[in-house]
């Protein structure tokens, strides 16, 4: 899910109240892109973040913005990750912090990316996320939520629609790519990553006159599939972008494109071979145990 401050808000697959837990806006001044460095350490918070606990209207009234979670070594996961996702696209880190509310688990069960460059995370799914699939499901929960960043940094998705979908099906691609990429998750094998797509195609939605739709969970099936595919090569975030939509939008319109991808020759002689499988998951038509063999 990615919040623009922009009065542009992409309403997630997960409810979220309206009242926020504090009413200091000079909390915390935001990192907008361009201010970003190279810097790649965690980013701490200021003194009167730590005793504000402020969060937004995005979250219960109740909760509460933490910089860690249940134990050291989930945080440690977690912020790990956020290095490693950020140094694959040669970025810094965004401000990555939790949200948690004691007398409401379930309210906290989202992932927000803003446009101020901060990543909030919440305990329930974190949580949930972990029981149903391991750490690799967080891995790509998180990849997916810095693909919204991505989008912000370089104005992506190259692609609009009246629909959340292509900015929703590009971040579950951008997840994909960083689960496969040898300097990111590295899965060598897509039945490697089966947990992480299983959760992802499970909180897709099929309200597709929403505004706030996020793809029908085949259609993120077959986008975190493309994703991994990609992750054969080396991309920059806008040639991902490219090359995502290449061959997505045949998905997204129920055909493929006939002309080759002449910017990408040898990505589009690799990627030919798969063009039926990937309209085959979008449509459906691959049954879950078939999808979680493919290699």
């Known amino acids: 899910m990615k919040t623009n401050f922009n009065?542009?808000?992409?309403?997630?697959?997960?409810a979220v109240l309206s009242l926020s837990a504090c009413n200091d806006d000079n909390l915390e001044t935001p990192v907008q892109?361009?201010?970003?460095?190279?810097?790649?350490?965690?980013d701490q918070p200021n003194e009167l973040e730590k005793v504000c606990y402020?969060?937004?209207?995005?979250?219960?009234?109740?909760?509460v913005l933490a910089t860690s979670l249940q134990n050291s070594t989930d945080t440690?996961?977690?912020?790990?990750?956020?290095?490693?996702?950020a140094s694959l696209w040669g970025r810094s880190n965004p401000t990555l912090r939790f949200v948690n509310d004691p007398s409401n688990v379930n309210s906290t069960y989202n992932a927000i990316s803003y446009s101020t460059g901060k990543i909030y995370?919440?305990?329930?799914?974190?949580?949930?996320?972990?029981?149903k699939g391991g750490d690799i499901v967080n891995a790509m929960i998180l990849a997916?939520?810095?693909?919204?960043?991505?989008q912000y940094i370089f104005g992506l998705p190259s692609v609009s629609e009246s629909t959340a979908r292509?900015?929703?099906?590009e971040a579950d691609g951008f997840a994909g790519y960083y689960l496969r990429r040898p300097n990111g998750y590295n899965q060598t094998t897509f039945a490697q990553i089966a947990a992480a797509y299983e959760f992802a195609q499970s909180i897709g939605d099929y309200q597709t006159?929403?505004?706030?739709?996020?793809?029908t969970p085949p259609q993120r099936r077959s986008a975190v599939r493309l994703g991994f595919l990609l992750g054969q090569y080396d991309l920059s975030a806008s040639s991902f972008d490219y090359n995502f939509f290449y061959y997505y939008q045949g998905v997204l319109n129920g055909t493929y494109k006939m002309g080759k991808n002449t910017q990408n020759p040898e990505l589009d002689a690799y990627m030919s071979q798969y063009m039926d499988e990937l309209r085959k998951i979008q449509n459906g038509e691959i049954s879950a145990e078939e999808f979680k063999d493919l290699q």
């Open 209 to 215: 006159t929403s505004s706030g739709h996020h793809g």
């Open 54 to 63: 402020y969060v937004d209207q995005y979250w219960s009234s109740s909760s």
């Open 76 to 85: 440690n996961f977690m912020n790990s990750q956020m290095t490693k996702i």
């Open 166 to 169: 292509p900015n929703e099906l």
């Open 33 to 42: 892109p361009e201010q970003q460095t190279e810097n790649l350490k965690i």
């Open 144 to 150: 997916h939520e810095y693909g919204h960043q991505l």
């Open 7 to 14: 009065f542009r808000l992409l309403a997630g697959a997960f």
């Open 121 to 131: 995370y919440g305990y329930a799914i974190y949580y949930d996320a972990k029981s």
